[in-house]
């Protein structure tokens, strides 16, 4: 196949402002590959909330790059050139990008296979052109194989929202048969989270906002559903949940609002383990604020970030295997701004994933 010179791309119009728009252009040039990176061409890119944020500037810190101008961190499709100096992936090759993008390497997070917490971490949409770009470079660092058998649609939202969700779960620490709380059950992040929660072998209580939702996540797989509005004393309802009635061994919060945070610190057993993953608005606080109730259950708190290579190459097994379905609703490409409208508004049904050939 003959690489183009242009191709598509959503681009990014007064990014940061309230007032952005996406341009979404056909001639957009494809880049050459430099040493150590690959040359995608994405089948697929998922929409995320955050690429919302990031274009809409009510997320602090997280805007856009000076001559960064396409979105997007959930690209998977077919590798179509190699740089100088890669050894580990060749043209034809099925690839995703992850989140991150590059990091400085040698620091001591980078040498732990810990790239996320590096100071120079670059993030892919944010920091170098992402996957609202048909063709984008990509450092073969931060590139996963995608196997056989799983479909580009479905492995592209996983490289940031399935990532995560496994990567929660893992920071847990839990055993098999021990019992975990998800706060947003139901949400993007959430209903991944319980579904590699069962794969675990956890006993999952869902936790989410009103009774219409119990239906939906009992079909994720989770083992009982606590509506909290529903609920006047939510630790002693979870407690009554769990099999000697002292509350739950995990939780794990996605969603990104306070009262979330707030609730889960009285739901833990002694010695749990508090997850943070969702972002709610600065000011939230855990527990209250309050750390009495963290010290005298001795509660661990922890958060949870981005997925490394190794994360991720596990996650897509489980996918392969059918021990995870994410739900996905395709649009064609021109309706990306549309899509990320409705993703920042909180309108869609699953994840939204763009076709580039529709
Ligand atoms: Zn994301
Ligand atoms: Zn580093």
Redesign the pocket.
């Known amino acids: 196949m003959t690489i183009p010179t242009t191709a598509r791309a959503a681009v990014t119009v007064n990014g940061g402002t309230p007032q952005f728009s996406i341009d979404h252009r056909e001639d957009f040039p494809v880049p050459t590959p430099g040493p150590g990176e690959i040359l995608l061409e994405c089948k697929y890119t998922g929409v995320c909330q955050s690429d919302y944020h990031a274009a809409y500037g009510d997320w602090q810190g997280l805007t856009q790059a000076e001559g960064v101008t396409c979105l997007g961190h959930e690209g998977a499709g077919i590798v179509r050139a190699v740089g100088p100096g890669v050894t580990d992936s060749k043209v034809g090759d099925r690839a995703g990008a992850l989140v991150a993008a590059d990091?400085?390497?040698?620091?001591e997070?980078?040498s732990q296979d810990d790239?996320a917490l590096?100071?120079?971490i670059n993030l892919t949409g944010f920091h170098r052109n992402g996957s609202f770009a048909q063709y984008i470079n990509v450092n073969t660092r931060f590139a996963v194989h995608i196997p056989e058998g799983i479909p580009f649609e479905q492995a592209a939202p996983f490289m940031c929202s399935g990532g995560t969700a496994f990567t929660a779960v893992k920071t847990t620490g839990l055993k098999a048969g021990q019992t975990v709380a998800v706060l947003g059950a139901a949400g993007g992040v959430g209903h991944m989270v319980v579904q590699f929660a069962k794969a675990r072998g956890l006993r999952v209580i869902a936790i989410d906002v009103g009774a219409d939702k119990k239906e939906a996540t009992l079909a994720t797989g989770a083992d009982e559903y606590v509506d909290i509005t529903g609920t006047k004393d939510l630790p002693a309802t979870v407690a009554a949940l769990t099999p000697d009635g002292l509350g739950v061994h995990g939780v794990i919060v996605t969603a990104g609002n306070g009262k979330a945070y707030a609730a889960g610190v009285g739901i833990l057993r002694p010695r749990g383990v508090f997850v943070c993953v969702g972002l709610p608005p600065t000011g939230s606080a855990i527990a209250g604020a309050e750390p009495a109730a963290i010290i005298f259950k001795a509660i661990t708190v922890r958060g949870s970030l981005l997925n490394t290579v190794e994360d991720m190459n596990e996650a897509l097994q489980l996918l392969k295997d059918g021990k995870i379905k994410e739900h996905v609703e395709i649009r064609p490409f021109a309706a990306t701004g549309q899509a990320l409208a409705d993703v920042g508004a909180s309108k869609t049904k699953g994840r939204v994933v763009i076709d580039f050939a529709k």
């Open positions: 990091s400085c390497g040698t620091c997070f980078c790239c590096c100071a120079k």
